[in-house]
């Protein structure tokens, strides 16, 4: 069983819409991130929790650590948000970085 | 702002040959770190390195791969022996200090092994 699963996989929506990727993990962690892949394969952090909410821009971040759950919202999404958007987890006393299988999300115009 | 810079972006190598992918972190950071994706699949940790010695390391890093910091700014990871299933992207990674810090990660170098 992978340690960090998100869903869904793939998401295809319109602009305009609200869009949440979930990420479940089964581990002790010290904090997660929310990052993002794009097609030239770079990786950008968006955020990094340990507990609440963050917020920047029309991204949104939770975690519930009791639940070890945590979703990536975007608000009014556009094209350019269209990417891969990976959860990683910090590991509970290693230095490691643990990466879910990514979300594709496409938005069309 | 600084950034993590890793060299070349994209290296072919024929099979058994040695690779060398070059990272230079960002200057006031002190834990670095090398992962690799497979196209098609997730990011995978490879190694940790913190006091230049490695402080973690996964089962994918055999006895094939190792890592250097020999100039106090380059991080360098050394394949000795390349195999097809080394083809991957490579990222090199940073970050300030220990716990659940913020890491910043390079562009990436693709490997393509023939």
């Known amino acids: 069983k992978n340690e960090v699963e998100q869903s869904p996989q793939n998401l295809t929506a319109q602009e305009g819409e609200f869009i949440t990727i979930n990420c479940s993990y089964s581990?002790?962690?010290?904090?997660l991130h929310w990052l993002q892949q794009h097609p030239g394969g770079g990786i950008v952090s968006l955020f990094m929790?340990?507990?609440g909410k963050k917020k920047h821009g029309r991204l949104i971040a939770t975690i519930n650590i009791q639940e070890k759950h945590s979703s990536l919202h975007i608000t009014a999404s556009h094209p350019r948000d269209s990417a891969v958007y990976i959860c990683a987890v910090s590991i509970q006393g290693a230095q490691k970085l643990v990466f879910g299988q990514g979300t594709r999300l496409t938005i069309n115009p | 702002e600084p950034e993590v810079t890793q060299t070349p972006s994209h290296q072919v190598t024929q099979m058994g040959q040695e690779v060398i992918l070059r990272c230079v972190p960002i200057s006031n950071h002190l834990y670095f770190y090398w992962y690799r994706q497979i196209l098609g699949q997730k990011v995978e940790f490879l190694v940790s390195f913190y006091n230049n010695e490695i402080s973690e390391k996964s089962e994918i890093f055999d006895d094939q791969f190792s890592v250097e910091r020999p100039d106090g700014s380059n991080f360098t990871l050394k394949i000795r022996s390349t195999k097809l299933e080394d083809s991957a992207m490579y990222f090199c990674?940073?970050?300030?200090?220990?716990?659940?810090?913020?890491?910043?990660f390079g562009p990436g170098t693709r490997l393509t092994v023939t």
């Open positions: 581990v002790g962690i010290s904090a």
């Open positions: 990674a940073s970050r300030v200090t220990s716990g659940g810090y913020e890491q910043y």
């Open positions: 929790l340990s507990s």
